[in-house]
């Protein structure tokens, strides 16, 4: 079955270390996206691709880095830039053919920093 | 991008209807609205979306004002596992590969047995 796969699910990381968020996707879509969840809050961007080796900032990128080296993949790259890391992050992936109505999200990786 | 308002929570009895409203009144008129719910630790799910005629499918019947000001989304037989966060979302219907949906806090509706 195609899908967004995120992996690991959960994620424990050492202040000032940086990590690596994977987002893998079989669906042929184009576009990819990353949010970003606090508690009780709503999904804010962080970056987001329409299409291989092109990316754009969303609405909270500081702190964080993107590659879009293949359509299947687009990984999170957490710095230690950024000052508060903990949250649950999902990445979604959108095909052209298709309006805001056609995202599909993965099931998340929720980083905690120790 | 027009902005929403929704509940912060509602609650529903098993079995019955869950009407969940929606307000946006700044919509312009090549504004669709959209409506994803996310349960708990997963990610969104998309729901229905019209742009100005109700509309219905296998989960739910969006119901917009003819002004376009308002929406009420509706689960018609509300079951515990709808039990979610509820996103009402107005944006174009960017085609291609442009655009990008826009969160608030939604609604957080608790279906009770």
């Known amino acids: 079955d195609g899908g967004i796969t995120q992996s690991p699910k959960y994620l424990f990381r050492k202040e000032g270390q940086n990590v690596t968020l994977s987002c893998e996707q079989n669906l042929n879509h184009d576009a990819m996206y990353w949010y970003r969840q606090d508690p009780g809050q709503g999904l804010r961007l962080i970056y987001y691709s329409q299409i291989v080796n092109d990316f754009q900032k969303g609405d909270i990128a500081e702190g964080y880095s993107v590659s879009r080296e293949k359509k299947e993949s687009f990984p999170l790259t957490v710095t230690s830039a950024q000052k508060n890391p903990t949250a649950f992050y999902l990445c979604?992936?959108?095909?052209?053919?298709?309006?805001?109505?056609?995202?599909?999200f993965g099931s998340g990786t929720r980083l905690t920093v120790v | 991008d027009a902005k929403t308002t929704q509940p912060t929570s509602m609650d529903c009895a098993e079995g019955r209807a869950a009407n969940l409203p929606c307000n946006h009144s700044?919509?312009?008129?090549?504004?669709?609205v959209y409506w994803y719910r996310q349960i708990h630790s997963q990610g969104p799910q998309y729901i229905i979306h019209g742009l100005k005629n109700n509309e219905t499918n296998e989960m739910a019947s969006l119901i917009i004002t003819e002004d376009r000001k308002s929406s009420t989304l509706i689960l018609p037989h509300a079951t515990l596992r709808d039990t979610a966060v509820y996103y009402c979302i107005v944006r174009e219907n960017y085609g291609g590969s442009q655009g990008n949906l826009i969160f608030g806090k939604g609604t957080k509706l608790s279906v009770k047995p």
């Open positions: 979604a992936s959108r095909s052209p053919g298709q309006g805001l109505y056609g995202y599909t």
């Open positions: 700044t919509i312009s008129g090549n504004e669709y």
